[in-house]
Nanobody, 118 residues
Framework: QVQLVESGGGLVQAGGSLRLSCAAS????????MGWYRQAPGKQRELVAR???????NYADSVKGRFTISRDNAKNTVYLQMNSLKPEDTAVYYC????????????WGQGTQVTVSS
C-alpha cells in the first residue's frame, strides 16, 4: 500500500524559509520521479517541482530560483526547500509519485499547509 506523508509546513513571514518533507512507503522510491504540487484556495493543483531518479530537477517558473527539490533514496524521502517565500506561495503542498501517476496510479497524502504572511 502506497503512503505519502508530508510534513514541515507552517506559518512564516514573507521572505522566510521552510523545508517540507515527504516520506514515501510502498513505492519503488529510488527509481521513480517524485514531485511537489500545491493547491491554493480556489485554484487548481499545480506541479511546482519534480526530481528524477538521477536527481535532475525541474521547476515551475513561479518558484524557480527560490525553491529546491531534493531526495534521499536511503530514507525514501523527498524534500522541498522553500526560500524567499511570498504570500502567493500560500497553499497546501502535496508530494506525488509522478512515475506511478503516469501509469494511472495517482497517490496523494494529506498535504501540509504553508501560510506566508505579508
Amino acid at each position: 500500500q502506497v503512503q505519502l506523508v508530508e510534513s514541515g509546513g507552517g506559518l512564516v513571514q514573507a521572505g522566510g524559509s521552510l523545508r517540507l518533507s515527504c516520506a514515501a512507503s510502498g513505492v519503488i522510491f529510488s527509481s521513480h520521479v517524485m514531485g511537489w504540487y500545491r493547491q491554493a484556495p480556489g485554484k487548481q493543483r499545480e506541479l511546482v517541482a519534480r526530481i528524477t531518479s538521477g536527481s535532475s530537477t525541474n521547476y515551475a517558473d513561479s518558484v524557480k530560483g527560490r525553491f529546491t527539490i531534493s531526495r534521499d533514496n536511503a530514507k525514501n524521502t523527498v524534500y522541498l526547500q522553500m526560500n524567499s517565500l511570498k504570500p502567493e506561495d500560500t497553499a497546501v503542498y502535496y508530494c506525488n509519485d509522478l512515475t506511478a501517476q503516469a501509469m494511472g496510479n495517482d497517490y496523494w497524502g494529506q498535504g501540509t499547509q504553508v501560510t506566508v504572511s505579508s
